[in-house]
């Protein structure tokens, strides 16, 4: 049986249950052909096709919540991808706080020894006794 591929809390719960009804199947069907091994005759061909189908379809079912698990993820995962290259881009935009332009400007002006700028740091009028 393979385990959950997923990390979201919220899809745990489905992916274990589909899981669990897997396992009760496949025990099923291993049950009644011990018991068929054992020369129970009350255990009938339609029985054991029955648990075959059943394991079959409980495993399909497992299968299936591990894929909308995991898709709902891959979905998550890219929204938080997108929301974070938004605020990259907004960061970066102009007038942004990475503007490179605006700090390269900012800069320049104040580390120019020709502008009649003074930023506060170089004036001493501005330092703290």
Same mark, same amino acid.
């Given at each position: 049986?393979?385990?959950?591929?997923?990390?979201?809390?919220?899809?745990?719960?489905?992916? /274990?249950?589909?899981?669990?009804?897997?396992?009760?199947?496949? *025990?099923?069907?291993?049950?009644?052909?011990?018991?068929?091994?054992?020369?129970?005759?009350?255990?009938?061909? *339609? *029985?054991?096709?029955?648990?075959?189908?059943?394991?079959?379809?409980?495993?399909?079912?497992?299968?299936?919540?591990?894929?909308?698990?995991?898709?709902?993820?891959?979905?998550?995962?890219?929204? *938080?991808?997108?929301?974070?290259?938004?605020?990259?881009?907004?960061? /970066?935009?102009?007038?942004?706080?990475?503007?490179?332009?605006?700090?390269?400007?900012?800069?320049?002006?104040?580390?120019?020894?020709?502008?009649?700028?003074?930023?506060?740091?170089?004036?001493?009028?501005?330092?703290?006794?």
């Amino acid at each position: 049986m393979t385990t959950a591929t997923t990390d979201r809390p919220e899809a745990a719960p489905a992916v /274990a249950q589909a899981e669990q009804e897997a396992s009760e199947a496949e *025990q099923l069907l291993a049950a009644l052909e011990e018991r068929v091994r054992d020369g129970d005759k009350n255990v009938t061909a *339609q *029985q054991l096709a029955d648990a075959r189908e059943l394991g079959r379809f409980a495993t399909l079912r497992a299968e299936a919540a591990r894929r909308k698990a995991d898709s709902a993820a891959a979905k998550e995962a890219e929204r *938080q991808r997108a929301d974070r290259l938004a605020q990259a881009a907004a960061m /970066a935009a102009p007038g942004g706080p990475l503007d490179t332009g605006a700090l390269a400007a900012t800069y320049a002006t104040a580390h120019d020894p020709t502008t009649d700028k003074e930023t506060p740091e170089h004036d001493d009028r501005h330092r703290q006794p």
